[in-house]
């Protein structure tokens, strides 16, 4: 039960970040977590994710793919964090699927999240819409299925798990056929 409301809080998450563009109300968010997460132990090992996320956030807007109003806002920092800590719980069925999978939801998911954000004025794309949903799309392929790995690496979800075992040791997912 945890995972789909941890998934589904997300989701709410998100939208609050995109619509409303404050720290304050993701912060409340981000305690629930902390507060009713079954592994708070482990959920702090999910942070290198997160600043990873941001770093490619700020690279990309550096690079001028983004645009926001006043720099590069504390509350994309606070949705990084919330997406790291969703990988581990409401995302978790993600490690069952073979990279390939995880491509496609990634790229799929990943621009199409950028590509809602702009359309509520959360984001500019200054490179164009298709232009932009195209970068994302290539660049979320390959992010998400190596974010699932760096969960795994990083030992943020049960340990006990044999597909866990099978990816952190042998860096592919169940699914994928052997080459």
Same mark, same amino acid.
């Given at each position: 039960?945890?995972?789909?409301?941890?998934?589904?809080?997300?989701?709410?998450?998100?939208?609050?970040?995109?619509?409303?563009?404050?720290?304050?109300?993701?912060?409340?968010?981000?305690?629930?977590?902390?507060?009713?997460?079954?592994?708070?132990?482990?959920? /702090?090992? &999910? @942070?290198? !994710?997160?600043? #990873?996320?941001? *770093?490619?956030?700020? %690279?990309? =807007?550096? $690079?001028? +793919?983004?645009?926001?109003?006043?720099?590069?806002?504390?509350? /994309?920092? &606070? @949705?990084? !964090?919330?997406? #790291?800590?969703? *990988?581990?719980?409401? %995302?978790? =069925?993600? $490690?069952? +699927?073979?990279?390939?999978?995880?491509?496609?939801?990634?790229?799929?998911?990943?621009?199409?999240?950028?590509?809602?954000?702009?359309?509520?004025?959360?984001?500019?794309?200054?490179?164009? +819409?298709?232009?932009?949903?195209?970068?994302?799309?290539?660049?979320?392929?390959?992010?998400?299925?190596?974010?699932?790995?760096?969960?795994?690496?990083?030992?943020?979800?049960?340990?006990?798990?044999?597909?866990?075992?099978?990816?952190?040791?042998?860096?592919?997912?169940?699914?994928?056929?052997?080459?």
């Amino acid at each position: 039960m945890w995972p789909w409301m941890q998934l589904l809080g997300f989701n709410l998450f998100w939208l609050l970040a995109v619509a409303w563009q404050q720290p304050a109300p993701l912060l409340g968010f981000l305690a629930l977590h902390g507060l009713f997460s079954p592994q708070r132990s482990r959920d /702090l090992r &999910l @942070l290198p !994710l997160a600043l #990873a996320g941001c *770093l490619l956030d700020a %690279l990309l =807007w550096q $690079l001028g +793919l983004f645009e926001f109003a006043s720099g590069f806002p504390l509350w /994309l920092a &606070l @949705l990084w !964090l919330g997406f #790291a800590l969703t *990988l581990a719980h409401g %995302l978790r =069925w993600l $490690l069952r +699927l073979p990279r390939w999978q995880q491509a496609l939801i990634g790229g799929v998911g990943g621009a199409s999240s950028y590509v809602t954000g702009a359309a509520m004025g959360a984001v500019q794309l200054p490179w164009g +819409l298709g232009i932009s949903s195209a970068v994302l799309a290539l660049i979320w392929a390959g992010w998400l299925p190596l974010l699932v790995w760096g969960m795994v690496k990083l030992q943020a979800c049960d340990p006990a798990s044999k597909r866990v075992h099978a990816l952190a040791n042998t860096g592919t997912s169940p699914g994928d056929k052997p080459s």
